[in-house]
């Protein structure tokens, strides 16, 4: 029998796996549920939906308000005040009406139960058709048009979800109260996708009993922590590389790389040294994983206060081996939403007798077509009918999400053919792998953002290999 003692590196590794899972210890949950008992005890699920679709009332009384705001450099008018709450109001009948339909799914027409998606877009879409072809005199119907088309949008998905819901007869047993909660979150994420999408996965999360909520609630502590610490390595980038004056460089004397931004680098070709631009493509990928994992973290962690033991919705992507695990990590929910709404329409009734052309057609469905139809309608530009701007502002991403569809439907492949059961990769060879995604990742993000053209960026890849 070996009673050695563990060495201090063993020690301490399994110290910080303790710490770091300090939600799943029994001794911290039991200390817990002492201090937070009788509230835990009066938190049950019914009460906590009640709760929460009483704040979902809030959120939907203000929300709307927050997209004028969003958009007021494209609107050319000032938005009334009377406008805008009957706005509101007819924003909330829509959710209405589309749960009442979806309350008589089996009642509905045919063609409409075997396509509740498409109806939907398609009732969308003649939305728009309106809005864009009336220009009505008065202010007051303007903003009603104005208002219900720049968050008509973002309402899409979570009405979606709610149809996913119908379709698969569980809407049964359920009040509008466990729908309308999730339709205008409370928890921060009404202009983004879906975070915890629909009823039937946050039904699956649901803690049921005193110790499951205080499990929840731990782990969503833990995501609070982790977000300040993403924070302040969005901080620390930012001082360390970026050259902001702020605390972390201020601690250090003032160092800073002082790399100009890739965007900078590539308005203004030839004015940064070209090890400053692998610097900054590379730093810009890791403080875009941060800032999303300390938006996420926050959101998924009110989630699990509220009882929800959701997944959450960035998970160590900079880890992934592979370009769709990278996607799989990264940004979950959008992921899902992407693969419930196009991926799967399409993987589940074209080209079954050819695997890779059913694989290519539902990942370029869903990481091209979809991705870009999930930006180009959430863009103010496109609700006021901006078509100029809305080019301006796409255009550039038509490429990032061609070659993401690209990369993803490759990187399946590959996944597919390694020999199941094999030796694991070599520490070399996983590392390796880990630095092609984040190559990969951080020159398609160059085409993520901003109004450049096709040109200039790809003279900026050109410098950074000595060839511009």
């Keep these: 029998m070996n009673t050695a003692r563990p060495q201090p590196l063993a020690r301490a590794l399994a110290a910080l796996d303790v710490l770091s899972h300090f939600h799943k210890q029994p001794a911290v949950i039991a200390l817990w549920r002492r201090w937070f008992g009788p509230l835990l005890r009066q938190l049950t699920p019914g009460h906590r939906r009640v709760l929460l679709a009483l704040g979902a009332v809030g959120i939907a009384c203000t929300s709307p308000l927050k997209e004028f ?34 309350r008589r799914f089996a ?84 202009s983004a996708a879906p975070y915890g999408k629909g009823y039937d996965y946050l039904n699956s999360c649901e803690a049921q009993d005193e110790e499951a909520l205080a499990r929840a609630q731990l782990a969503g502590l833990k995501l609070l922590i982790l977000a300040l610490l993403c924070g302040a390595g969005v901080d620390l980038l930012d001082g360390l590389v970026f050259g902001d004056d702020n605390f972390y460089r201020q601690a250090i004397g003032g160092f800073t ?34 800032v999303r994992c300390a938006k996420g973290h926050v959101i998924i962690a009110c989630l699990r206060f509220g009882g929800f033991y959701v997944f959450r919705n960035t998970y160590k992507p900079l880890a992934a081996e592979t370009i769709v695990e990278f996607w799989n ?6 992921k899902e939403l992407l693969v419930n709404f196009f991926f799967f329409p399409v993987f589940t009734r074209y080209f079954k007798q050819s695997p890779r052309l059913r694989i290519a057609a539902a990942v370029f469905a869903s990481a091209f077509v979809g991705n870009m139809y999930y930006h180009i309608i959430a863009s103010p530009a496109f609700s006021l009918g901006d078509w100029s701007r809305l080019w301006a502002e796409f255009s550039p991403r038509l490429f990032y999400c061609f070659v993401l569809a690209l990369g993803i439907y490759l990187s399946m492949l590959r996944e597919k053919a390694r020999v199941k059961g094999g030796p694991p990769r070599s520490w070399p060879r996983r590392a390796l792998a880990i630095f092609g995604v984040w190559t990969f990742f951080a020159f398609i993000h160059l085409w993520a953002k ?16 000595g060839l511009g």
Excluded at 257 to 283: E, F, H
Aim: glycine share 6%; hydrophobic share 50%; aromatic share 16%.
């Design 107 to 190: 009642s509905l027409p045919v063609w409409v139960r075997r396509h509740p998606q498409l109806c939907l877009h398609a009732c969308f879409w003649l939305w728009m058709i309106v809005v864009w072809n009336t220009l009505p005199a008065s202010t007051t119907l303007r903003t009603v048009l104005a208002g219900c088309a720049l968050f008509l949008p973002l309402l899409l998905w979570r009405l979606g979800y709610l149809l996913i819901t119908a379709q698969r007869g569980k809407l049964g047993g359920t009040s509008l109260r466990d729908h309308w909660f999730y339709i205008w979150p409370v928890w921060g994420n009404t």
């Design 69 to 102: 705001h969003r958009a007021r450099k494209w609107l050319e008018f000032t938005p009334d005040t009377a406008g805008k709450i009957l706005a509101i109001v007819t924003l909330m009948l829509l959710v209405l009406a589309c749960y009442h339909a979806a």
């Design 450 to 465: 901003d109004s450049m053209s096709y040109a200039a960026r790809f003279h900026f890849v050109l410098e950074l290999f």
């Design 329 to 334: 990590r990264y940004y979950y929910y959008f």
């Design 257 to 290: 790389l002082d790399c100009a931004s890739a965007s900078r680098m590539i308005k203004n070709p030839g004015t940064a040294p070209v090890w400053q631009g692998w610097v900054a493509i590379y730093c810009e990928l890791f403080r875009q994983v941060l």
